[in-house]
């Protein structure tokens, strides 16, 4: 598979497949036995995958798993082993209709946690504090897109232009030119190459390989100057590299293209995870009846006349910021979830823990704390039940626009900053084959 050597291994024991494993040169950890008893005992056959000897780094590409099953599942609990703390886990669902968690909670962010003025950089801390929340315990995902798939450009992912056939039998001097005709580079005299998928030049690397000692930017920008050098060998007519080309680029893009065309709907599910928590796989089912979430949130930023601010959040609500920043911390106010929930396949989500009045009393205390609203006839009164907006929080940016007081002193600021997005790329999704006994 590509650059991947694979083996499905079948035994209903670990003896063997441990056995297996140290004879076709995978390093065994002791700590992967009750993991994969747990993995055979629920009917589960082993997919073991290696790099081949000759690739690198460079040469890893997407790895794809068909399974006959109705549920997505990720094969975490083996990934505890080699962990890091708060590892970030990004998954994309191509399906008819929103995906959700359904072994997991599901996490509405507390909006005044973030960072607006400084463009979310805070954005990790801020989801991993909300999914370690109460009820949520460190297993649960925030949506931070569920929309149409058309939202995600194909250009990428696949060309028509692609053509394995015109490396067949080809003078490796023109390599480069050809990649360039076919966009999948930009790598011209005098300038550092620019290769437009990520497995290209992993590839040229094993199949066109670099003198010793020479720089690979120098050789791809002046194959015809080392053309004595070239090792024929490798290139062999352009057989090999074509076919990996076809086997790694082209057939993977149009199965990509192919999705997205296919499913209608596309689902970005975002959490952090720790190796301690990684004990159950999480698995995600359709509920078409759930809200679209946007991509992409903005906050706009009113600066007054005395340098303070007031941020107006995506869901309308304002928010003082003595000063005009940093983004500060409401003495009290610690909640990093709002909602805690869990989504059934049919049906609304259901509130485990819902902590929307707590924050809207804390934020209308702080603003009235410090003067606001000050225009004469408005007023903002602490809620006594209700408040907030529960929303999903999906990507988060700031805007500064500005606005004049009106009754009172302000300010027009015309500075505009750039939201965040977070990009919808890089489609992916593993699963467990279920052997049926």
Same mark, same amino acid.
């Given at each position: 598979?590509?650059?991947?050597?694979?083996?499905?291994?079948?035994?209903?024991?670990?003896?063997?497949?441990?056995?297996?494993?140290?004879?076709?040169?995978?390093?065994?950890?002791?700590?992967?036995?009750?993991?994969?008893?747990?993995?055979?005992?629920?009917?589960?056959?082993?997919?073991? !995958?290696?790099?081949?000897?000759?690739?690198?780094?460079?040469?890893?590409?997407?790895?794809?798993? =068909?399974?006959?099953?109705?549920?997505?599942?990720?094969?975490? =609990?083996? #990934?505890?082993?080699?962990?890091?703390?708060?590892?970030?886990?990004?998954?994309?669902?191509?399906?008819?209709?929103?995906?959700?968690?359904?072994?997991?909670?599901?996490?509405?962010?507390?909006?005044?946690?973030?960072?607006?003025?400084?463009?979310?950089?805070?954005?990790?801390?801020?989801?991993?504090?909300?999914?370690?929340?109460?009820?949520?315990?460190?297993?649960?995902?925030?949506?931070?897109?569920?929309?149409?798939?058309?939202?995600?450009?194909?250009?990428?992912?696949?060309?028509?232009?692609?053509?394995?056939?015109?490396?067949?039998?080809?003078?490796?001097?023109?390599?480069?030119?050809?990649?360039?005709?076919?966009?999948?580079?930009?790598?011209?005299?005098?300038?550092?190459?620019?290769?437009?998928?990520?497995?290209?030049?992993?590839?040229?690397?094993?199949?066109?390989?670099?003198?010793?000692?020479?720089?690979?930017?120098?050789?791809? #920008?002046?194959?015809? #100057?080392?053309?004595?050098?070239?090792?024929?060998?490798?290139?062999?007519?352009?057989?090999?590299?074509?076919?990996?080309? !076809?086997?790694?680029?082209?057939?993977?893009?149009?199965?990509?293209?192919?999705?997205?065309?296919?499913?209608?709907?596309?689902?970005?599910?975002?959490?952090?995870?720790?190796?301690?928590?990684?004990?159950?796989?999480?698995?995600?089912?359709?509920?078409?009846?759930?809200?679209?979430?946007?991509?992409? =949130?903005?906050?706009?930023?009113?600066?007054?006349?005395?340098?303070?601010?007031?941020?107006?959040?995506?869901?309308?609500?304002?928010?003082?910021?003595?000063?005009?920043?940093?983004?500060?911390?409401?003495?009290?106010?610690?909640?990093?979830?709002?909602?805690?929930?869990?989504?059934?396949?049919? /049906?609304?989500?259901? #509130?485990?823990?819902?902590?929307?009045?707590?924050?809207?009393?804390?934020?209308?205390?702080?603003?009235?704390?410090?003067?606001?609203?000050?225009?004469?006839?408005?007023?903002?009164?602490?809620?006594?039940?209700?408040?907030?907006?529960?929303?999903?929080?999906?990507?988060? /940016?700031?805007?500064?626009?500005?606005?004049?007081?009106?009754?009172?002193?302000?300010?027009?600021?015309?500075?505009?900053?750039?939201?965040?997005? !977070?990009?919808?790329?890089?489609?992916?999704?593993?699963?467990? =084959?279920?052997?049926?006994?």
């Amino acid at each position: 598979m590509g650059a991947f050597q694979v083996a499905v291994l079948q035994d209903t024991e670990v003896g063997p497949i441990k056995t297996w494993l140290e004879d076709n040169g995978y390093l065994w950890d002791a700590k992967a036995e009750p993991i994969l008893m747990q993995y055979l005992a629920e009917g589960n056959v082993i997919a073991a !995958l290696k790099l081949r000897t000759s690739a690198t780094v460079a040469d890893v590409h997407p790895i794809t798993l =068909r399974y006959p099953s109705n549920e997505t599942c990720f094969p975490l =609990r083996l #990934t505890r082993i080699a962990a890091v703390e708060d590892m970030d886990i990004r998954v994309f669902v191509l399906a008819d209709g929103r995906a959700a968690p359904t072994n997991y909670r599901h996490v509405l962010v507390n909006p005044l946690k973030i960072d607006w003025l400084n463009r979310a950089t805070n954005y990790k801390e801020v989801i991993t504090n909300a999914v370690d929340a109460f009820m949520a315990d460190g297993r649960a995902f925030v949506t931070e897109f569920a929309g149409k798939s058309s939202v995600v450009s194909t250009g990428g992912i696949y060309n028509p232009s692609w053509d394995e056939n015109d490396f067949i039998g080809l003078d490796p001097v023109q390599a480069v030119t050809v990649l360039n005709a076919q966009t999948l580079g930009a790598c011209y005299d005098s300038f550092d190459c620019a290769w437009n998928h990520p497995l290209v030049y992993g590839m040229l690397l094993e199949f066109l390989p670099p003198p010793n000692g020479v720089d690979p930017v120098d050789f791809y #920008t002046n194959l015809s #100057t080392y053309s004595a050098d070239i090792d024929l060998v490798k290139w062999d007519m352009g057989n090999g590299f074509a076919a990996a080309l !076809l086997e790694r680029v082209i057939e993977p893009g149009i199965h990509g293209e192919q999705l997205i065309q296919t499913w209608p709907y596309l689902t970005r599910m975002y959490t952090t995870i720790s190796p301690s928590e990684m004990m159950e796989d999480p698995i995600f089912h359709v509920n078409a009846g759930l809200a679209d979430v946007e991509a992409l =949130r903005t906050a706009k930023n009113y600066i007054l006349c005395n340098n303070d601010s007031v941020v107006t959040l995506p869901d309308g609500r304002d928010f003082y910021i003595p000063g005009g920043g940093p983004w500060p911390a409401i003495p009290g106010e610690e909640w990093w979830a709002e909602e805690v929930q869990t989504v059934a396949i049919k /049906g609304a989500p259901m #509130t485990i823990v819902n902590n929307s009045v707590a924050i809207e009393t804390k934020r209308v205390e702080w603003n009235l704390a410090h003067g606001w609203p000050h225009t004469p006839g408005e007023t903002e009164s602490v809620p006594t039940e209700g408040g907030g907006t529960n929303s999903d929080t999906g990507s988060s /940016g700031s805007e500064s626009s500005g606005q004049e007081g009106e009754g009172g002193c302000g300010c027009r600021s015309d500075g505009t900053g750039g939201a965040l997005g !977070l990009g919808l790329a890089g489609l992916g999704l593993m699963g467990l =084959r279920r052997r049926r006994r």
